[in-house]
């Protein structure tokens, strides 16, 4: 695989800024080839013989608005993916919203976002495998939240409600509730 990224940012005058780029990512001969690690397509497609039915060459474009409201750090972000090699289910985006950020003891900071994948959108091994178990051909929503219990220690709570399996008859519901206890190090 080889990829790169190209972004920007840009001050605008309301003291918020612009971040924005675009990437491109090439597996090189993933098409017709077995599943990368464990014989799972994780929700991509395969061919009659169970290997990869499309190449992944893929372009991401993103971007995020960070501001501040009431002093607390604002941020709505936007990601889009799309598989060039793929004819169909070649799509995905992430869009949210944070409020907030964890510093130090008594910071929190709260966001939600909405994720939509179809199938070869992504090769599934290298998706969020907290989100829809892994799996591309997924969609749902996280809402995360956290807390500094002190500088450098963190908590966070997530909850994730999704569903894979949108190209098939059935879906699969897939809920998770995680909690974080994070500690940063300097």
Excluded: C
């Excluded at 985006?93 to 179809?118: F, P, R």
């Amino acid at each position: 695989m080889f990829g790169g990224q190209i972004l920007n940012e840009f001050k605008l005058s309301n003291n918020g800024k612009l971040i924005a780029g675009i990437g491109y990512y090439d597996y090189l001969g993933v098409q017709g080839y077995a599943t990368l690690f464990d014989a799972k397509p994780r929700g991509n497609t395969l061919n009659a013989n169970g290997n990869y039915l499309n190449d992944y060459n893929i372009v991401e474009t993103f971007a995020e608005y960070k501001t501040k409201m009431s002093d607390q750090p604002v941020s709505v972000f936007v990601n889009y993916f799309k598989n060039t090699a793929a004819q169909t289910l070649d799509t995905s985006y992430v869009v949210g919203v944070k409020l907030g950020k964890v510093k130090a003891a008594g910071s929190w900071d709260i966001g939600l976002n909405y994720q939509d994948t179809e199938a070869d959108a992504v090769i599934g091994l290298f998706n969020d495998s907290d989100f829809a178990g892994g799996h591309t051909d997924s969609k749902g929503f996280t809402l995360k939240a956290g807390y500094g219990i002190r500088k450098n220690v963190k908590i966070g709570l997530a909850y994730i409600n999704s569903e894979f399996g949108q190209s098939l008859p059935v879906q699969t519901k897939y809920n998770r509730l995680q909690l974080d206890f994070k500690v940063k190090f300097k």
